[in-house]
């Protein structure tokens, strides 16, 4: 059913017309023009339709952080062995490999050939946990920075969550990707250019025409992989590191060994992962964000987005 057909139907009432509309990923602007409604009435339908409150307090729910993750640092600038023994050096068990996709329980440094720059590689963690995990990640940074580590636009920073509980929940992976696409635009902001839109091949869109209705009719994860990213892993979000890490990844960060921008990427991300659980974001601009985020990550990001419009 199309807008007009939506639009025109006699039989539908203003309640059931928001709620197709919001599914056809028409924003509340559009609706609120088309139907001559204010926006609080549409989100009160959409809180309905998804269990999401109408309370920012009580959507920003809190949380103890304790998932898994784990995070992958692309750099350049520093000999792998060197990188590995001073990592060492820092309590850190590191070792320096071969090109691999295989988890190790230590941190490992391997070669990347999409990063460009003497001495090119990628820094892996192990699975992580929760507050230690990123404990772990500050020390690494330190050693990166203390090194002469450096970045450039060839460079990224992936997250990996453990979700392998979430497999058969259909609601979290529909309302994951879905907020994702919805807030993309927003992201794209807190990013440089090398990392918007679809302009890198190494962490494509998610946005799609007819996004939200194609999930709906998905029942497993295959189906909605193949819906989304049709297996191909270079998205902003990579769905099919499930199937072999069974994590979700998080690809758009740009790259970075400042410890403040990863803590903040992994804690923003992992509030997006539990809220996804239950909800589906109201707002689809850059205050959508606070639907989940804290005040300080917030504030964070509206400096990050002033300071990269400049």
């Given at each position: 059913m199309n807008t007009n057909h939506i639009l025109e139907n006699a039989n539908l009432n203003k309640s059931d017309k928001i709620r197709l509309l919001l599914a056809a990923g028409i924003s509340h602007d559009e609706i609120a023009t088309l139907l001559n409604v204010n926006n609080g009435f549409i989100r009160n339908v959409q809180a309905k339709v998804y269990g999401?409150?109408?309370?920012?307090?009580?959507?920003?729910?809190?949380?103890?952080?304790?998932?898994?993750?784990?995070?992958?640092?692309?750099?350049?600038?520093?000999?792998?062995?060197?990188?590995?023994?001073?990592?060492?050096?820092?309590?850190?068990?590191?070792?320096?490999?071969?090109?691999?996709h295989t988890t190790r329980d230590h941190w490992k440094v391997v070669v990347d050939a999409s990063v460009s720059g003497d001495n090119a590689f990628e820094l892996v963690s192990p699975v992580l946990t929760g507050e230690d995990g990123l404990a772990q990640v500050a020390t690494v940074c330190e050693v990166l920075n203390r090194l002469g580590a450096k970045v450039n636009k060839t460079c990224g920073l992936h997250v990996h969550f453990g979700v392998e509980e979430l497999r058969h929940d259909m609601k979290f992976w529909r309302n994951l990707i879905n907020n994702y696409a919805n807030m993309e635009p927003s992201v794209d902001a807190l990013?440089?250019?090398?990392?918007?839109?679809?302009?890198?091949?190494?962490?494509r869109t998610?946005?799609?025409?007819?996004?939200?209705?194609?999930?709906?009719?998905?029942?497993?994860?295959?189906?909605?992989?193949?819906?989304?990213?049709?297996?191909?892993?270079?998205?902003?979000?990579?769905?099919?590191?499930?199937?072999?890490?069974?994590?979700?990844?998080?690809?758009?960060?740009?790259?970075?060994?400042?410890f403040d921008k990863i803590e903040k990427w992994v804690r923003w991300t992992s509030r997006l992962i539990e809220f996804s659980r239950h909800s589906y974001v109201v707002e689809h601009n850059f205050d959508g964000l606070r639907e989940f985020a804290t005040a300080d990550i917030h504030a964070f990001y509206a400096a990050r987005r002033l300071q990269l419009a400049a």
């Open positions: 999401v409150s109408r309370s920012r307090t009580q959507r920003k729910s809190v949380y103890t952080f304790t998932r898994t993750f784990g995070v992958e640092i692309e750099a350049f600038g520093v000999e792998r062995n060197v990188l590995a023994a001073e990592l060492r050096s820092a309590g850190i068990a590191c070792e320096s490999e071969g090109y691999n990013m440089p250019h090398s990392r918007r839109g679809n302009t890198n091949a190494y962490c998610m946005i799609a025409t007819g996004l939200s209705e194609r999930l709906n009719r998905c029942h497993s994860l295959e189906t909605i992989e193949r819906e989304t990213t049709r297996g191909n892993r270079y998205h902003k979000l990579n769905i099919s590191s499930f199937w072999r890490h069974r994590t979700v990844e998080f690809r758009q960060h740009s790259g970075t060994t400042d």
